[in-house]
Nanobody, 122 residues
Framework: VQLQASGGGLVQAGDSLRLSCAASGDTFGTYIMGWFRQAPGKEREFVTAISRTRTGIYYADSVKGRFTISRDNAKNTVYLQMNSLKPEDTAVYYC????????????????WGQGTLVTVSS
């Protein structure tokens, strides 16, 4: 599956932003989908992941209560709704796909989008 992330931009602290990740092909519904981010000079970190049927969702503690992941299997798209954004949320956000079960580990994901930059000013 090929992934294309979009929706990043420059916002102020406290604002909201919604990222989208569109997948090609007809197998989207068979994949676990995740969002990761990488800030300048830092390692890629887990943000959230969602199971195929949306029954299982993981969030990083740093985004819990502020970010919401969702997916629309009919549209081959996964979303990341980000509310109450903070300057420390500034990063390139990547969507990723994997087989098997939910995981927070980036090396477990086999397919990656190109990333979309989110910049949060204070």
């Amino acid at each position: 599956v090929q992934l294309q992330a979009s929706g990043g931009g420059l916002v102020q602290a406290g604002d909201s932003l919604r990222l989208s990740c569109a997948a090609s092909g007809d197998t989207f519904g068979t994949y676990i989908m995740g969002w990761f981010r990488q800030a300048p000079g830092k390692e890629r970190e887990f943000v959230t992941a969602i199971s195929r049927t949306r029954t299982g969702i993981y969030y990083a503690d740093s985004v819990k209560g502020r970010f919401t992941i969702s997916r629309d299997n009919a549209k081959n798209t996964v979303y990341l709704q980000m509310n109450s954004l903070k300057p420390e949320d500034t990063a390139v956000y990547y969507c990723a796909a994997k087989d098997g079960s939910l995981s927070t580990r980036h090396f477990a994901y086999s397919n990656w989008g190109q990333g979309t930059l989110v910049t949060v000013s204070s």
